[in-house]
């Protein structure tokens, strides 16, 4: 029996011939290295299970419940608010209310103590007219940057979800999962209303600017 171009045996043959250069890769292991994976595996292990005593010992405490009530007794205001338009509606009102209402006070106080040191004059009107229009636009400065930063961090939260639930759960020892709170969804709500209350803070710097304007004339 004779096997192809008339090789007597092929599988010796074969066990004779000699493998190709590129069919053997010389391995790069270094003194050391297994025990330095297991050390890493027993590392991790052992933080693993750090994390998951600590969650247990917070659940015992009723510390993640209560913060899961908090969440919820949260969602509830947010739904009786109207969600999102009627948290932005709400923060709107409140907005204008108190910087009008600063500009205003500060527009009276500043006419009557004017007028009894003075006399009603253009100049003591002008004067006040432009106190309470920068005690307004103060007020909305504060606002725009108090909202700027938060957009700004729900953003970064949104972007960074998971490396902000594994910091919660590794660092303060909080679970998400286990409250129910989803970064993702509370991060857009929270960045839209923020921007909106930005956008509204901006309106009424402007508006404060003109009424300013009109009061150095």
């Not at 338009?85 to 006070?105: A, F, I, N």
């Not at 500043?110 to 920068?134: F, K, W, Y």
């Not at 960074?160 to 286990?178: G, Q, R």
């Amino acid at each position: 029996w004779k096997g192809h171009n008339g090789v007597e045996n092929c599988k010796a043959t074969a066990l004779q011939s000699s493998c190709p250069n590129n069919s053997y890769v010389r391995g790069s292991y270094k003194f050391g290295d297994f025990s330095k994976a297991v050390g890493n595996a027993v590392t991790s292990a052992v933080e693993q299970t750090v994390v998951i005593k600590a969650v247990e010992k917070q659940r015992s405490l009723g510390k993640l419940e209560r913060l899961g009530v908090k969440i919820e007794r949260a969602r509830g205001w947010y739904a009786d608010a109207g969600g999102e338009e009627g948290l932005k509606s709400l923060l709107y009102k409140s907005l204008l209310k108190v910087s009008v209402g600063w500009g205003l006070l500060t527009f009276l106080c500043v006419l009557a103590i004017g007028a009894r040191l003075h006399g009603l004059s253009g100049r003591i009107l002008s004067t006040a007219l432009c106190q309470g229009a920068t005690g307004s636009m103060t007020l909305f400065v504060v606002a725009g940057l108090a909202a700027a930063l938060v957009s700004g961090v729900a953003s970064r939260a949104v972007a960074k979800s998971e490396v902000w639930s594994t910091f919660a759960k590794e660092v303060f020892k909080i679970d998400f999962e286990e409250i129910n709170l989803d970064i993702v969804a509370t991060g857009v709500v929270v960045g839209n209303v923020a921007d909106y209350v930005l956008f509204t803070a901006g309106c009424g710097y402007v508006a404060g600017l003109a009424v300013w304007a009109q009061g150095i004339r």
